[in-house]
């Protein structure tokens, strides 16, 4: 096989993997869009409490990322800069507001559940905006820097931004389960609080979960950018990429069957 037909090879490997790529977030604008946009009718027409201010800007994130991502779908057809720097924007949404996001729940729930009162402290509406304020900012700095920047630059920038993000993820949910797994009954109403307790754990071992197979698979492929062939990086990423579309679902999920809306899973 000559150089012509292995290049040939490449970028027929190429396109198909653009292809899964586009034909997943298609998928994903169908599903994702109305799911999250649900979501945020529902904190809004609800009266947004400072409880739910984290959940809501994931929500926005999410559909930002949905709207973005048909740029994104283009840019592995259309390789013209222009193209693929507006298709960068959907990564900063998905890359680092998501697990940004994820983090400040985890943590908003570990500070609820093992410091309540450092939780009470900061409970008013203008921290948690301010969190968000520094979130968002980030992602457009993020965003911003991923234009920018090649693509091997990017991807380790992301390595470390989401090692440090699963690392304190991982602690803050642990803590919590065995917060919870540790408080046995014996005050007040028990049935009632081991109710409560119950659904809190099994909420945030969902969450753990979906967050274990989105970014461990994710961590492992992008250490081996600069080692795996090139099809076969491309190949895996976008398998990868689906399954971070998929577990995208999982949060919008929750949120609406935690209100009741999701009749089909109520038992």
Same mark, same amino acid.
């Given at each position: 096989?000559?150089?012509?037909?292995?290049?040939?090879?490449?970028?027929?490997?190429?396109?198909?993997?653009?292809?899964?790529?586009?034909?997943?977030?298609?998928?994903?604008? /169908?599903?994702?869009? &109305?799911?999250?946009?649900?979501?945020?009718?529902?904190?809004?027409?609800?009266?947004?409490?400072?409880?739910?201010?984290?959940?809501?800007?994931?929500?926005?994130?999410?559909?930002?990322?949905?709207?973005?991502?048909?740029?994104?779908?283009?840019?592995?057809?259309?390789?013209?800069?222009?193209?693929?720097?507006?298709?960068?924007?959907?990564?900063?949404?998905?890359?680092?507001?998501?697990?940004?996001?994820?983090?400040?729940?985890?943590?908003?729930?570990?500070?609820?559940?093992?410091? &309540? /009162?450092?939780?009470?402290?900061?409970?008013?509406?203008?921290?948690?905006?301010?969190?968000?304020?520094?979130?968002?900012?980030?992602?457009?700095?993020?965003?911003?820097?991923?234009?920018?920047?090649?693509?091997?630059?990017?991807?380790?920038?992301?390595?470390?931004?989401?090692?440090?993000? /699963?690392?304190?993820?991982?602690?803050?949910?642990?803590?919590?389960?065995?917060?919870?797994?540790?408080?046995?009954?014996?005050?007040?109403?028990?049935?009632?609080?081991?109710?409560?307790?119950?659904?809190?754990?099994?909420?945030?071992?969902?969450?753990?979960?979906?967050?274990?197979?989105?970014? =461990? &698979?994710?961590?492992?492929?992008?250490?081996?950018?600069?080692?795996?062939? =090139?099809? /076969?990086?491309?190949?895996?990423?976008?398998?990868?990429?689906?399954?971070?579309?998929?577990?995208?679902?999982?949060?919008?999920?929750?949120?609406?069957?935690?209100?009741?809306?999701?009749?089909?899973?109520?038992?």
């Amino acid at each position: 096989m000559n150089t012509s037909e292995i290049n040939s090879t490449i970028v027929d490997n190429l396109y198909i993997s653009g292809c899964c790529i586009a034909a997943s977030c298609a998928v994903n604008l /169908v599903l994702s869009v &109305p799911a999250n946009g649900y979501v945020i009718y529902q904190i809004l027409n609800g009266g947004m409490t400072a409880l739910e201010l984290f959940a809501f800007n994931l929500a926005v994130s999410e559909n930002l990322f949905c709207l973005s991502s048909v740029l994104y779908a283009v840019s592995k057809f259309i390789t013209t800069t222009p193209v693929v720097r507006a298709g960068k924007i959907a990564l900063g949404f998905m890359f680092t507001g998501r697990p940004l996001f994820q983090c400040c729940i985890c943590v908003e729930r570990y500070l609820a559940v093992v410091h &309540p /009162v450092i939780f009470l402290k900061y409970k008013p509406l203008r921290y948690r905006l301010a969190c968000c304020g520094a979130v968002w900012l980030l992602v457009l700095v993020v965003t911003l820097v991923c234009i920018f920047v090649t693509l091997s630059v990017y991807i380790y920038a992301v390595l470390v931004q989401n090692i440090i993000l /699963v690392c304190v993820m991982m602690f803050c949910c642990l803590s919590v389960l065995r917060a919870l797994k540790r408080a046995g009954p014996g005050k007040g109403d028990r049935e009632g609080t081991n109710m409560t307790k119950m659904k809190a754990f099994k909420i945030i071992l969902l969450i753990q979960v979906t967050m274990l197979v989105s970014y =461990v &698979p994710l961590l492992t492929v992008s250490s081996l950018y600069l080692v795996l062939d =090139v099809v /076969v990086w491309h190949f895996s990423y976008s398998i990868i990429f689906l399954i971070l579309l998929t577990t995208g679902l999982v949060q919008p999920l929750l949120h609406i069957h935690r209100a009741g809306k999701l009749s089909c899973i109520k038992a």
